[in-house]
Antibody
């Protein structure tokens, strides 16, 4: 199993852009068998899927967030990234990155440990 | 959009059986995955594709899925099973992943 690790600022101001990176170790991000995804969890609440990206750059994302989300991938660094624009306090959450097999119906495993991002001035 | 409904908190005594349901329209036609999340930790899949069990997950964890309800069953519950449990499917209509709201399991 590869290991995934999220990184990025823990505090973002309202209306600005949240930027996170997920570093993958112990396996190549360019393996054709997998998608790489983002899931978030507001404090004390449930999980919300954000989106996923393939090594080729193909992406799909949650319709409720799609207009504010950009996913990208950097095979040379074995990393993939999330940008969420125009954030508000409701975007405060623990953000997880995770791996999923190519099939849309598949599950996420493994997950990163998660990183808390707080949106506040 | 597709909605998954999970029950309020469930409490069981050690050694008993816990059943956590996940309701959705014709969920029996979808592949359901279950995650366990302990406080301060990332979710871990405990059942995939309705009833598959990943390596390292005890046989006490099992799943079923039919009609409008999927069920996660934990037999011989132990104190270490205390956690939040989430179901997850892929909604083909909207082409996105959906999670249930989660159910907290308390071991008495």
């Amino acid at each position: 199993q590869p290991q995934l690790q999220e990184s990025g600022p823990g505090l973002v101001k309202p209306s600005e852009t949240l930027s996170l990176t997920c570093s993958v170790s112990g396996g190549s991000i360019t393996r054709t068998s997998y998608y790489w995804g983002w899931i978030r969890q507001p404090p004390g609440k449930g999980l919300e899927w954000i989106g996923a990206i393939y090594y080729s750059g193909s992406t799909y994302s949650n319709p409720s967030l799609k207009s504010r989300v950009t996913l990208s991938i950097d095979p040379s660094k074995n990393q993939f990234s999330l940008k969420l624009y125009s954030v508000t306090a409701t975007d405060t959450a623990v953000y997880y990155c995770a791996r999923r097999e190519t099939s849309r119906t598949s599950w996420y495993d493994p997950w990163g440990q998660g990183t808390l991002v707080t949106v506040s001035s | 959009s597709y909605v998954l409904t999970q029950p309020p908190p469930v409490a069981v005594a050690p050694g008993q059986t816990a059943r956590i349901t996940c309701g959705g329209d014709d969920i029996g036609s979808k592949r359901v995955h279950w995650y366990q999340q302990k406080p301060g930790q990332a979710p871990v899949v405990v059942v995939y594709d309705d009833s598959g069990r990943p390596s390292g997950i005890p046989e006490r964890f099992s799943g079923s899925n039919s009609g409008n309800t999927a069920t996660l069953t934990i037999s011989r519950v132990e104190s270490g099973d205390e956690a939040d449990y989430y179901c997850q499917v892929w909604d083909s209509t909207s082409d996105h992943v959906v999670f249930g709201g989660g159910t907290k399991l308390t071991v008495l």
